[in-house]
């Protein structure tokens, strides 16, 4: 079988997007109403998991302190004080955030900087 049409050396694809930066890192944008697979926030995943690591270890009296923990990590007591706030997290925000279904806007730049205690005006502002 042969084909009457001729196939183009080039072919040029037109895909609307920005790019934005997010947590130190570039990341590709759609248009509004894009629908966009679902993808996880390594870094706030990964910072969800030393946070509630570093919170067994204290619930567990391997450290009495947040300073001596601190220490034992290498990093600074705020730091890592900050970081145990997400522990505080609603249990369905978390598995938001491990499903990679957050908004775009939840970030942990963001989270780090403060969020409701309560569950349902997290829920509210998330």
Same mark, same amino acid.
């Not at 522990?87 to 279904?101: F, K, Q, S, Y």
């Given at each position: 079988?042969?084909?009457?049409?001729?196939?183009? $050396?080039?072919? !040029?694809?037109?895909?609307?997007?920005?790019?934005?930066?997010?947590?130190?890192?570039? +990341?590709?944008?759609?248009? +509004?109403?894009?629908?966009?697979?679902? /993808?996880?926030?390594?870094?706030?995943?990964?910072?969800?998991?030393?946070?509630? /690591?570093?919170?067994?270890?204290?619930?567990?009296?391997?450290?009495? !302190?947040?300073?001596?923990?601190? +220490? /034992?990590?290498?990093?600074?007591?705020?730091?890592? !004080?900050?970081?145990?706030?997400?522990?505080?997290?609603?249990?369905?925000?978390? $598995?938001?955030?491990?499903?990679?279904?957050?908004?775009? $806007?939840?970030?942990?730049?963001?989270?780090?900087?403060?969020?409701?205690?309560?569950?349902?005006?997290?829920?509210?502002?998330?």
């Amino acid at each position: 079988m042969t084909s009457r049409t001729q196939i183009p $050396d080039t072919v !040029t694809l037109y895909v609307p997007f920005r790019v934005v930066k997010r947590g130190g890192k570039k +990341e590709m944008q759609l248009p +509004e109403g894009a629908t966009q697979s679902q /993808r996880t926030d390594s870094t706030l995943v990964k910072a969800l998991a030393r946070a509630f /690591r570093w919170k067994r270890m204290l619930e567990s009296g391997e450290f009495v !302190t947040i300073a001596e923990l601190a +220490e /034992r990590e290498g990093i600074a007591p705020s730091y890592m !004080t900050r970081v145990l706030r997400l522990t505080l997290l609603a249990p369905d925000i978390v $598995d938001t955030i491990l499903e990679g279904r957050q908004g775009p $806007d939840v970030i942990l730049a963001r989270l780090m900087d403060g969020f409701p205690e309560e569950w349902e005006r997290q829920k509210k502002s998330f």
